[in-house]
């Protein structure tokens, strides 16, 4: 395929979901995923050779997780995604609000601490590094709500209705940063919100259910906003190929309805994940406070029993 002006495609066949699922691998995201798996797989690998469990289902939800960056980025969507403002839409979607909230499921960064070995006396290892970075000041700026939530909306507003977008744009390297941004602002906003990993950030399950709605209504107004405006608003999708037989106004207008739905997706998703969380931890304290109790002869009923009775005792 020939790439026109700015690096788009010029002569793409009209868009069908066929043609759109064709491998057409981005070569950053093909190794980038491929590492991942890898990498991914030897920890559990290492993990189970040596008698330790690991749930399969984060193993699921990890392998999702890439395998939606892939679909996005090493197939025709990513080509369609050039001269598309919809189908752009529907990668930028994915990959800053599914792929995170799949991958953060799967646990990497617990994973990667369980699994690596421990470094000498002295010395630092890989994960003595990864833990150095999970206490640093750093990391407590960029996973704290005044700074996710912001980052989280500027990806929009910022982006869009700025020239940045189109500078990013003119050429496949400026893509590529845009997409991998994508993915680090859904990772940094979606983190502290799931708590599956250790991290500096951790509010109750309250707390990080506000901060997942504080985020997500800008999504919905993005979208109205896109669907309501009477001319392009993105330079980049104002002129598409003829080949494609599209109208601007209206791909534009698709693309503001793609990201007024996708608001609703991650609010399930992460609400279920959450409810889910805050069920076990209840488990989990019933049964450490049942085991205490076996421990004690259930010490504080037997306390509570007798001031009771000293009440009762004192009001004869």
Same mark, same amino acid.
């Given at each position: 395929?020939?790439? $026109?002006?700015? !690096?788009?495609?010029? =002569? ?30 030897? !920890?559990?690998?290492r ?17 999702l ?22 189908? %752009?839409?529907?990668? %930028? ?15 990497p ?34 996973? %704290? ?29 400026g ?10 602002? $859904?990772?940094i ?7 599956? =990993? ?32 009477s ?15 599209? =109208? ?52 504080e009923?037997?306390? &509570?029993?007798? &001031? ?9």
């Amino acid at each position: 395929m020939d790439h $026109g002006e700015h !690096g788009t495609m010029t =002569d793409l066949p009209p868009f069908t979901l066929n043609r759109a699922l064709e491998f057409s691998p981005d070569a950053f995201f093909l190794v980038g995923c491929l590492l991942a798996l890898a990498l991914y797989g030897w !920890g559990v690998v290492r993990l189970r050779a040596r008698g330790d469990s690991w749930s399969p289902g984060r193993t699921i939800s990890f392998v999702l997780g890439v395998l939606t960056v892939a679909l996005m980025m090493c197939t025709a969507l990513n080509d369609y995604g050039m001269v598309m403002f919809s189908v %752009h839409m529907v990668q %930028h979607m994915v990959i800053s609000m599914v792929s995170p909230i799949l991958l953060l499921l799967g646990a990497p960064v617990t994973l990667a601490l369980r699994a690596l070995p421990v470094a000498g006396r002295g010395r630092k290892g890989p994960r003595e590094l990864l833990l150095a970075l999970l206490h640093s000041g750093f990391m407590r700026f960029v996973t %704290h709500p005044a700074f996710t939530i912001p980052l989280f909306i500027a990806s929009l507003y910022g982006l869009y209705f700025t020239p940045l977008f189109d500078f990013l744009m003119e050429s496949k390297p400026g893509h590529i940063a845009m997409m991998v941004h994508f993915l680090s602002t $859904g990772l940094i906003f979606f983190w502290p919100i799931i708590g599956v =990993d250790p991290g500096p950030h951790r509010p109750g399950y309250l707390m990080r259910m506000l901060e997942l709605f504080a985020g997500m209504p800008f999504h919905a107004f993005f979208g109205i906003a896109l669907m309501m405006a009477s001319e392009p608003m993105v330079r980049a999708y104002d002129n598409p190929p003829a080949s494609l037989g599209i =109208d601007p106004l209206s791909d534009q207008n698709a693309a503001g309805g793609i990201a007024w739905a996708f608001s609703e997706i991650p609010s399930v998703l992460v609400l279920v994940a959450l409810v889910y969380q805050w069920y076990r931890s209840d488990q989990r304290q019933a049964k450490r406070s049942d085991r205490a109790a076996d421990r004690d002869g259930d010490k504080e009923l037997v306390a &509570y029993n007798a &001031y009771l009775a000293s009440l009762r005792a004192r009001g004869q």
